[in-house]
């Protein structure tokens, strides 16, 4: 049997059962009974040791998020169950809501909506900019960033990247290994984070990050809320270090009514949408069916993530 945590109509549930050949059980966040008879869970991005402990049997976990940083990863080493993401799912969307949100600045269509609404023609103040010839540092080389590479190049860029190995992959001029961070994003226009968070990554834009950036350059965050120090982004904001950012995550979510980085003009916030689309489910049932049939052959399941990297 396989369980969801998520609403499906009638129709959708019959349907699935159906392709899977597998009776669905729908669950809610909460629940009290043992469920001996499922083996496979499609989970949210976070899932505690208790929720798990109602599945004794379970063997595979696929999310629907391609992030897992909330996972139990100790509990499901010591009870042996594997664990799929959704990645590469997201890459064309996510990559399409980087480059909206660099060129909403660069071509000032904030201030032109300010406009509209007050029925202004005006030029305003601000110079608009291109992103032709301009250099992107791309943090996090996974699908999402592969993706957005080669669309930054084909808008006249030119692309390096960062990534755990270093290992060169198209549409990059350059490849950087993390522990060459610094040097990476020295150079860089614009700046694209795009890494999971581990505890690699905790942090890892800092007070000593940004200092090693250009003044006057962009910072956009479609990644996750920790692997930003947000004390240290603020500051660099604040002294114009940074020319823009554009944030789709925070440490904490929702972004509580005070905070300052909803009236700062030099920043564009998303509430964490860059990895949506309207047929959300059937993308990532769709990547479901491939991982379930090569759990089902007793093959290397694909998505597969390593418990112990953590992606």
Request: charge should be negative.
């Amino acid at each position: 049997m396989i369980a969801i945590m998520h609403t499906l109509t009638n129709e959708q549930k019959v349907a699935y059962e159906a392709q899977f050949s597998q009776d669905i059980l729908v669950l809610d966040q909460e629940i009290e009974d043992e469920f001996p008879e499922v083996i496979c869970l499609i989970s949210t991005p976070k899932v505690s040791t208790e929720y798990l402990q109602h599945f004794p049997n379970l063997r595979l976990i696929f999310t629907l998020s391609s992030g897992v940083n909330q996972m139990p990863f100790d509990y499901l080493k010591q009870k042996n169950i594997l664990l799929a993401n959704s990645r590469g799912m997201h890459a064309e969307f996510m990559s399409e809501h980087a480059l909206a949100m660099i060129l909403s600045h660069t071509r000032g269509l904030r201030r032109a909506e300010r406009s509209q609404m007050a029925h202004c023609w005006s030029h305003g103040e601000m110079m608009l900019e291109t992103v032709f010839g301009r250099q992107l540092c791309i943090v996090g080389s996974g699908a999402v960033g592969r993706t957005l590479a080669s669309k930054a190049v084909a808008l006249g860029m030119t692309v390096t990247g960062v990534s755990r190995t270093g290992k060169m992959q198209k549409n990059f001029k350059q490849m950087y290994k993390t522990t060459e961070l610094h040097r990476a994003i020295a150079g860089a226009d614009i700046v694209v984070l795009l890494t999971p968070l581990t505890p690699e990554t905790f942090h890892l834009f800092n007070h000593q990050t940004f200092n090693a950036m250009k003044t006057g350059s962009y910072f956009i965050n479609i990644s996750r809320g920790e692997t930003v120090d947000e004390a240290a982004l603020l500051e660099n904001l604040i002294n114009g270090k940074l020319a823009f950012a554009g944030l789709d995550v925070f440490k904490h979510e929702p972004l509580t009514f005070d905070s300052p980085f909803w009236d700062l003009p030099n920043v564009l916030i998303t509430p964490h949408r860059a990895g949506d689309i309207s047929d959300y489910l059937s993308r990532a049932m769709a990547m479901f069916s491939d991982v379930f049939s090569d759990f089902i052959q007793g093959k290397e399941i694909r998505n597969r993530v390593d418990l112990d990297l953590r992606y």
